[in-house]
């Protein structure tokens, strides 16, 4: 198999968050005026990016395949989610199926003054209909007509994309590969980890509790957060773990030997401080710097990162120091 073929396969098995991700670093890495849109904090006026000193726009859209049952739904669904991104740019809104005028706000500050859109690029990670392109042509003329046409070009032309487009007009190498790939698995590893139950939280929530009362009172929302986002992590990694003992048990023979390795040094660290719970971003770095080589290349620094904070949760629940409240607390 060529590697064009490969990336465009892997394309293809990206949805959601982690095909939009894949498909701005594809871009960033062909074409350098590539500017990404981030989506927060208000929104990205139905940009994901531009290029060419911003008279190029690209929409990306990765639809979740299990959602449709069949090819004329999936067809159907692509449609409208690029005519909703179509009227965004041409500030218009729909009204009892009518088309009206709307207002992009955001658009205004994304877009440099003076600036319009001349080309537009649908990318999408299905691409195998043809009734894509002709209802796309079709509502592209009727919004012309309506809008006012303030940020995008009268004459601007569009284009669909798929997963074999992508692949094909720029070069493929093996960092290609291997980033869908790893785009691949994290997004996997989210879908397992919702499914995942911690056995026993009890000592977890206890530390957590005790942390909230150790702590100044405005710190409470910000230990809450940390909470939350160590049990996701926390489930992240017993997700990872499950995946190496099916499918890759030398690698996960190594994960458990890390995983003692790591607990040896975060108790050491533990013992050491009369504060431990202030010793979190060290057992963070321990946990990184210990997993990294044997997994941080091929299941990249996100992965990487979400699962030694959930060793760290792991560590939190099992770990034998405790974190004491003053009685007078």
């Not at 600036?115 to 009727?142: C, D, E, M, Q, Y």
């Not at 499918?247 to 504060?275: C, F, N, W, Y």
Request: with cysteine.
């Amino acid at each position: 198999m060529s590697l064009k073929v490969e990336y465009e396969r892997a394309l293809s098995r990206l949805t959601g968050d982690a095909f939009q991700e894949e498909v701005s670093v594809r871009l960033a890495t062909a074409i350098l005026s590539f500017q990404d849109v981030p989506r927060k904090p208000h929104g990205d006026g139905g940009l994901d990016g531009l290029s060419h000193d911003a008279e190029r726009a690209y929409c990306c859209y990765g639809p979740e395949f299990d959602n449709f049952k069949t090819a004329k739904e999936l067809t159907s669904d692509i449609v409208e989610k690029f005519k909703g991104d179509l009227r965004k740019l041409f500030e218009l809104a729909m009204d009892n199926r009518k088309i009206v005028a709307g207002e992009n706000k955001e658009i205004a500050t994304i877009l440099p003054d003076g600036t319009t859109l001349k080309h537009i690029t649908l990318i999408v990670n299905w691409f195998n209909s043809h009734r894509i392109t002709g209802p796309i042509g079709t509502a592209l003329n009727k919004y012309r007509a309506a809008s006012t046409c303030k940020y995008i070009d009268k004459l601007a032309s569009v284009v669909v994309w798929g997963p074999k487009q992508l692949a094909t007009l720029f070069p493929v190498d093996e960092s290609t590969i291997l980033r869908s790939q790893q785009a691949k698995t994290l997004k996997e590893m989210q879908t397992a980890a919702q499914l995942v139950a911690i056995n026993d939280p009890s000592k977890f929530d206890a530390k957590m509790s005790a942390l909230t009362k150790l702590c100044a009172p405005f710190q409470a929302d910000a230990i809450a957060g940390l909470k939350e986002t160590f049990l996701a992590d926390w489930r992240m990694a017993l997700a990872f773990d499950q995946k190496l003992d099916a499918t890759l048990p030398g690698l996960h023979k190594s994960l458990e030997d890390h995983r003692l390795r790591i607990l040896q040094q975060v108790v050491q660290l533990m013992i050491a401080s009369d504060k431990p719970w202030t010793e979190l971003g060290r057992a963070g770095n321990i946990a990184r710097t210990t997993l990294a080589p044997d997994f941080e290349k091929t299941f990249g620094t996100t992965l990487l990162g979400a699962i030694s904070n959930g060793e760290v949760a792991r560590l939190i629940g099992e770990c034998p120091i405790g974190w004491e409240v003053p009685p007078n607390a």
